[in-house]
């Protein structure tokens, strides 16, 4: 009987650093990507806001050179303000669901006005009203795309309330599981209490181990400085994010190495002293 109590001792706790590991990264993803706050705190961190609109306005200057206007038609049509206030728009779209649009017609009316004043500045020359629709229209539609504004934002937020919906059921089904095996491991230590502290050390080590071992895998094959998406603001956030990411799933591990050796050395050496004593 002892030895078949044994093998179910560590079968649970094999099902417990399961568990642990599960309950971890749970909370790794809840509180980095698929927190709002976290995200909005990592484009302030990268100076995201300033970065796409000098990326904006570079791509605005490849239009007026198409165009045969002037420069001077771009002043003042767009402000970082507005670009702050966009992206907010696009990243409460995916997490919060509000599903609003972002406003052109600001940008429309400016650019209007600045192309009217060069018009008149200009003697003999008339105004095709068409093609300087076209143009508008045009640099409405390249300022959405360097947002990088999705028809997907929707989509995107009913998978993000899924996936949130099951995390916080999750969460509860974790720590249920998790507390009823440690329950089931203390009880078949025999009421050898520091015993079942080591078993839980075990099973805490275990999940460290694993998120440790992940850590170094995925930085020693993954070159996360060299990925590259969209444009420069994106890749750099995108970078620092999946870099904080790392970051924070090394803390988990190394923590959950260190409160899994002290439980393992303290239940151990504590049992020994116990059963010393008993005999």
């Given at each position: 009987m002892k030895g078949?109590?044994l093998?179910v001792?560590?079968?649970?706790?094999?099902?417990l650093?399961i568990?642990?590991?599960?309950?971890?990264i749970v909370?790794?993803?809840?509180s980095t990507i698929?927190?709002?706050?976290?995200?909005l705190?990592?484009?302030?961190?990268?100076?995201?806001y300033?970065?796409?609109?000098?990326?904006?306005?570079?791509?605005f200057?490849?239009?007026?050179?198409?165009?045969?206007l002037e420069e001077?038609?771009?002043?003042?049509v767009?402000?970082e303000d507005?670009?702050?206030n966009?992206?907010?728009?696009?990243i409460?779209?995916i997490?919060d669901g509000?599903?609003?649009?972002i406003?052109?017609a600001?940008?429309k009316t400016?650019?209007?006005?600045?192309?009217?004043?060069?018009?008149?500045?200009q003697?003999?020359?008339k105004?095709?009203k068409d093609?300087?629709e076209k143009?508008?229209d045009k640099?409405?539609?390249q300022?959405?795309?360097?947002?990088?504004?999705t028809d997907?934002?929707q989509?995107?937020?009913?998978?993000?309330?899924?996936?949130?919906?099951y995390?916080?059921?999750?969460?509860?089904?974790i720590?249920i599981?998790m507390?009823?095996?440690?329950i089931?491991?203390?009880?078949?230590c025999?009421?050898r209490?520091?015993?079942?502290?080591?078993?839980?050390?075990?099973?805490?080590?275990?999940?460290?181990?694993?998120l440790t071992?992940?850590?170094i895998?995925v930085?020693?094959?993954?070159?996360?400085?060299t990925?590259t998406?969209?444009?420069g603001?994106?890749t750099?956030s995108?970078?620092?994010?999946?870099n904080?990411i790392?970051?924070?799933?090394?803390?988990y591990?190394?923590?959950?190495?260190?409160?899994?050796?002290v439980l393992?050395?303290?239940?151990?050496?504590?049992?020994s002293?116990?059963y010393?004593?008993e005999?």
């Amino acid at each position: 009987m002892k030895g078949l109590a044994l093998i179910v001792r560590y079968i649970l706790i094999i099902l417990l650093a399961i568990i642990i590991l599960a309950f971890a990264i749970v909370n790794i993803s809840s509180s980095t990507i698929l927190s709002k706050d976290y995200a909005l705190s990592k484009l302030e961190e990268t100076e995201y806001y300033s970065g796409i609109y000098q990326e904006i306005e570079k791509n605005f200057k490849n239009y007026i050179d198409q165009s045969g206007l002037e420069e001077e038609v771009m002043n003042n049509v767009i402000t970082e303000d507005k670009v702050k206030n966009d992206v907010n728009i696009m990243i409460s779209n995916i997490y919060d669901g509000k599903n609003e649009e972002i406003d052109v017609a600001e940008i429309k009316t400016n650019l209007n006005n600045n192309i009217d004043e060069y018009i008149s500045k200009q003697q003999g020359v008339k105004a095709d009203k068409d093609a300087i629709e076209k143009y508008i229209d045009k640099i409405c539609e390249q300022y959405k795309s360097t947002m990088t504004h999705t028809d997907y934002e929707q989509q995107i937020n009913n998978a993000y309330m899924k996936i949130m919906k099951y995390i916080n059921l999750g969460n509860k089904g974790i720590l249920i599981a998790m507390l009823v095996l440690i329950i089931v491991i203390f009880a078949l230590c025999h009421n050898r209490l520091f015993k079942g502290i080591s078993s839980v050390g075990i099973s805490i080590l275990s999940s460290g181990v694993f998120l440790t071992i992940a850590n170094i895998f995925v930085n020693t094959n993954v070159k996360i400085n060299t990925i590259t998406i969209l444009n420069g603001p994106i890749t750099k956030s995108l970078r620092l994010i999946l870099n904080d990411i790392m970051s924070v799933i090394a803390k988990y591990g190394y923590w959950m190495l260190a409160i899994g050796i002290v439980l393992i050395i303290l239940g151990n050496l504590m049992d020994s002293i116990k059963y010393k004593e008993e005999e």
